[in-house]
């Protein structure tokens, strides 16, 4: 049997690790670049090596829990876990994913959590990190309308706005690097991070509109800001989430961590 080697990546494997991440996932070499490059400031990767050579690797992105009865709480978000077709089947997804948490655990992490691919994977996270289905989110769907005035921000005024917003609400808070990530990922889908209203929305375009996150005011209307976003970019139609106590299962955390209407949001699905 192969002999696998379970270690934090190093700047050498990352040729290999962008192809995987290509021939897995199918994102551009230059957002799997950007991410590689930033990810020392906003997580940890980890790589299972054969030969010294990456064969898979999983990583695990920083976050704060803000808010929290118990008090905010350090957490690590599982993402990308990828394993080279011929080096499947030997629990390696597995053993990678249990490393990730292991290392953002070394970098302050008290919760671990992520967003499954695919509902079959929810009962597979639980078995490996303990972390079952903490939140939900339901999807709405709505025609462009130029009802409030857009524009796009920066991801430093994206990041104020967004905490100012969520002030006093339990939240998943992000570091400025990953921050400028997430607006390079939409930016690159062809959308961004915008103010709209007196909110704020990251999302990408295409057909229809997808806004991953939209965060409004407390007496604003996010069907409005929606409609107005879709307006903004010239698509007839947006799709947004809103975190949910029913509806469509999202974040994975351990038991109990999370409040129900804890405010996750921003994610790369």
């Given at each position: ?8 990546y190093r700047?050498e ?12 996932f ?13 990810l ?25 829990c803000?808010?929290l ?19 499947r089947?030997?629990?390696l ?23 499954p691919?695919?509902d ?13 289905c ?8 709505v ?16 990041l ?36 709209c ?5 990251a999302?990408?375009g ?8 939209l ?15 879709a ?13 949910s ?5 999202y974040?994975?955390?351990?038991e ?14």
């Open positions: 049997m192969a002999e696998y080697v379970l270690r934090e700047q494997d990352f040729p290999r690790l962008t192809k995987l991440w290509q021939d897995t199918g994102d551009p070499e230059e957002l799997i670049s950007a991410f590689l490059q930033r020392p400031a906003f997580g940890a990767g980890a790589v299972a090596a054969l030969d010294g050579q990456a064969v898979g690797a999983a990583y695990a992105l920083d976050g704060l803000s808010g009865a118990g008090g905010d709480a350090p957490c690590g978000y599982i993402y990308a876990v990828a394993v080279s077709p011929e080096h089947h030997h629990g997804g597995a053993a990678l994913s249990r490393k990730a948490a292991e290392l953002s655990r070394r970098r302050g992490a008290r919760l671990i959590c992520t967003l691919a695919e079959s994977l929810y009962p597979w996270y639980e078995k490996i990190l303990d972390i079952s903490a939140l939900h989110r339901r999807s709405f769907k025609r462009a309308a130029p009802l409030l005035p857009c524009r796009k921000l920066e991801a430093d005024e994206y104020s706005l967004r905490e100012k917003l969520l002030e006093g609400r339990p939240h998943l808070s992000i570091g400025p690097e990953l921050t400028d990530f997430a607006g390079l990922f939409y930016r690159r889908f062809g959308g961004g991070l915008y103010l209203g007196g909110g704020v929305c999302a990408y295409g057909k229809e509109l997808v806004i991953r996150e965060i409004s005011p407390e007496d604003g209307s996010p069907e409005a800001m929606a409609a107005s976003l307006a903004c970019l010239g698509i007839e139609r947006a799709r947004y989430y809103l975190p106590q029913e509806g469509e299962a974040i994975s955390a351990p109990n961590s999370l409040p129900p209407d804890f405010i996750w949001n921003l994610s790369f699905d």
